[in-house]
């Protein structure tokens, strides 16, 4: 029996054969209208139905034909769907947006119905994770892993753990029921093992108490060796009265006080020292903050050839900071169209640096030179070295 592998790609989503030393395409199927920008991985549900995300703000659910794909539904939210779904025992699918949102969908058939949305502070690029019980764990862009119940029509917080930078990872989860997943920018680049451990420590106040009665009683007869003792204080205090030799020494402690004198010259030094640490705090060094980026994609639709359409606007933000770093500024970069990108124009208004909360847009406009589609990436970047963030652009152009 054949078993297709489906990945998505910017252009389509894919479904291929593997056949041992080679791989046959069984079908491409084109997500949208030219569109490009499968973030997402492919779930595929019981029935078949195979769900994914992209960055045309969708949710999709495409039917294998076998030598083709049918799009059986598109659910709309209000950002880039990169986020993988995760499907339920009972076939609901939740996934994350861009739009700071965890959704749980029904599928009808040929349409998807909300169940609920649950709101974070950040980005929901994490795919889902479903416990044995149910529970729904996500990241958040807000540094925050998430634990929900769904209750039907709503969701509810069970609790957030909070990490030192943002959650896209994919939490995955242990057969004890431990969590694992990693943060990322800007302060985290760490791995975390999370969970529950309530027998553990109920067990450990029940050892202690028999500890403390049984000891605490045999150490008092510890007190009769204490009575020999008093035989002792009286020789140290004799051998005491000889010492008074040592008054030639307190002559000695006047010169000590001329050597303080000596160290409190020293201590204008130190003082000196807090301006030479002040300087490196002066100077902007970048900090890993990562720019929010909105939208991920721009679609000009169709225009006819040798006609421009926008500017449309791409908006680029510094968030505000962190608890451990707040007031951050990033130093602008730069920008940069991939090698496809003939008919896009772009006006930069990101060039100077972007401060704490600050915003500033780019603009993008479409002249197609030729009836046919186009796609091209906008770059983002800045001076701190980062991951550069991506945005799609696409239209066509039709003759006049």
């Not at 996934?95 to 980005?123: C, H, I, M, P, R």
């Not at 929901?124 to 994770?129: D, F, G, N, T």
């Not at 892993?145 to 029509?153: E, I």
């Not at 010259?265 to 980026?293: D, G, R």
Request: proline share 8%; aromatic share 8%; with cysteine.
């Amino acid at each position: 029996m054949e078993i297709p592998v489906y990945v998505g790609s910017y252009d389509n989503l894919y479904a291929i054969t593997d056949n041992g030393t080679s791989a046959t395409q069984k079908w491409a199927f084109g997500i949208g209208n030219f569109v490009s920008g499968v973030g997402s991985s492919p779930a595929v549900g019981a029935d078949g139905t195979i769900y994914v995300g992209s960055s045309d703000q969708n949710l999709y659910a495409v039917t294998d034909n076998g030598t083709s794909a049918t799009q059986k539904w598109a659910f709309t939210t209000g950002g880039g769907v990169e986020s993988s779904p995760a499907i339920g025992s009972d076939g609901t699918v939740y996934f994350g947006s861009d739009d700071q949102n965890l959704y749980a969908v029904t599928d009808n058939g040929t349409s998807a119905t909300q169940k609920w949305a649950f709101t974070t502070g950040g980005e929901v690029e994490s795919s889902p994770a479903i416990g044995s019980d149910g529970t729904v764990y996500f990241g958040s862009d807000d540094d925050n892993l998430y634990a929900v119940t769904d209750n039907g029509t709503s969701a509810t917080q069970k609790w957030a753990f909070t990490t030192g930078g943002e959650v896209d990872s994919s939490p995955a989860i242990g057969s004890d029921g431990t969590v694992y997943f990693g943060s990322d920018y800007p302060y985290g680049k760490n791995l975390y093992a999370v969970g529950a451990v309530p027998t553990a420590s109920a067990t450990a106040t029940r050892t202690a108490t028999p500890t403390p009665t049984g000891t605490a009683t045999t150490t008092a007869t510890a007190t009769p060796t204490a009575t020999p003792t008093p035989t002792l204080t009286a020789t140290p205090t004799v051998t005491a009265t000889p010492t008074p030799t040592a008054t030639a020494t307190a002559t000695a402690t006047p010169t000590a006080t001329a050597t303080p004198t000596a160290t409190s010259t020293a201590t204008a030094t130190p003082t000196a020292t807090p301006t030479v640490t002040a300087t490196p705090t002066a100077t902007p060094t970048p900090v890993p903050v990562k720019l929010k980026i909105s939208p991920a994609s721009l679609n000009f639709g169709t225009v006819k050839v040798g006609n421009q359409k926008g500017p449309k606007n791409i908006t680029v933000s510094n968030p505000k900071g962190s608890k451990k770093k707040p007031g951050v500024t990033v130093l602008m970069d730069g920008y940069g169209l991939s090698a496809a990108g003939g008919p896009f124009g772009v006006t930069n208004d990101c060039g100077a640096s972007l401060a704490a909360g600050a915003k500033c847009t780019i603009g993008v406009t479409f002249t197609p030179a030729a009836a046919q589609p186009y796609n091209a990436t906008l770059t983002v970047i800045d001076n701190a070295d980062h991951e550069p963030q991506s945005v799609k652009l696409k239209g066509k152009g039709k003759s006049k």
